[in-house]
């Protein structure tokens, strides 16, 4: 089945400085990438999603990546605000179903 | 529309009890999933519907938890007997087709702690 690698585990950067979080995937027929931002003790909530006919998507300063051939898509964080510190979880959707196998979650610090 | 709705949001109960989880979600969303977030396994898919039918259960650990949609407004996720490794959140979430997007909303969770 389709495994969803994430990483790194924790991220600490200073304010106003950029994060990058990476995913790999394994099943070649996921067309559906979305990540999803957690704050404590909240409910996960997607922030941006990319479909594999798209390479690269952005709102404001979030923005991912899709490298179909490699099979990783990345997201990017600019201009980190103590508001962005979460956990942040890729996904991807086996087989191009409804499901979403999630990664292993990144926990994002923005430290003042 | 008030969103994904999960009952209880806090569950305490003690080894060898029932629990049941309840779940409405967002009127005329045809999917729906449980997840079960821990910090050792993270977020995981349990099992998921499309119009009330389960499609992949695949994810249920174990015969001690069942899940039922009986209708498109509600589903349920039991686990008789419970055991303390079954503490954890549990998360449904809901999305609809025909849409351009697969979104998954979230309820609230459950937090369940088994004794």
């Known amino acids: 089945g389709e495994n969803v690698e994430q990483h790194p585990s924790t991220l600490s950067v200073q304010e106003g400085d950029s994060a990058v979080i990476k995913c790999t995937y394994s099943d070649s027929a996921s067309n559906y990438f979305p990540w999803y931002k957690q704050e404590l003790g909240k409910r996960p909530q997607l922030i941006i999603d990319?479909?594999?006919?798209?390479g690269e998507k952005k709102d404001q300063r979030i923005a991912v990546t899709l490298n179909k051939t490699a099979k990783h898509f990345s997201l990017h964080i600019t201009e980190t605000q103590p508001e962005d510190s979460a956990v942040y979880f890729c996904?991807?959707?086996?087989?191009?179903?409804?499901?979403?196998?999630f990664g292993q979650g990144t926990r994002l610090t923005i430290n003042p | 529309d008030a969103g994904v709705i999960q009952s209880p949001r806090h569950e305490v109960t003690e080894m060898g009890q029932e629990v049941t989880l309840r779940c409405k979600p967002i009127?005329?969303?045809?999917?729906l999933f449980w997840y079960r977030q821990t910090m050792m396994r993270g977020l995981e898919l349990l099992i998921y519907f499309n119009n009330n039918v389960p499609i992949d259960d695949s994810g249920m650990p174990e015969d001690r938890f069942s899940a039922k949609m009986p209708n498109a407004s509600f589903s349920t996720l039991k686990i008789q007997p419970s055991e303390p490794r079954d503490s954890a959140v549990y998360f449904c979430?809901?999305?609809?087709?025909?849409?351009?997007?697969?979104?998954?909303?979230f309820g609230p969770g459950t937090r369940l702690t088994v004794l």
């Open positions: 009127s005329g969303h045809d999917y």
């Open positions: 979430a809901s999305t609809e087709t025909g849409s351009s997007y697969n979104e998954q909303f």
């Open positions: 996904a991807a959707n086996p087989q191009g179903a409804q499901k979403l196998v």
């Open positions: 990319i479909r594999s006919n798209v």
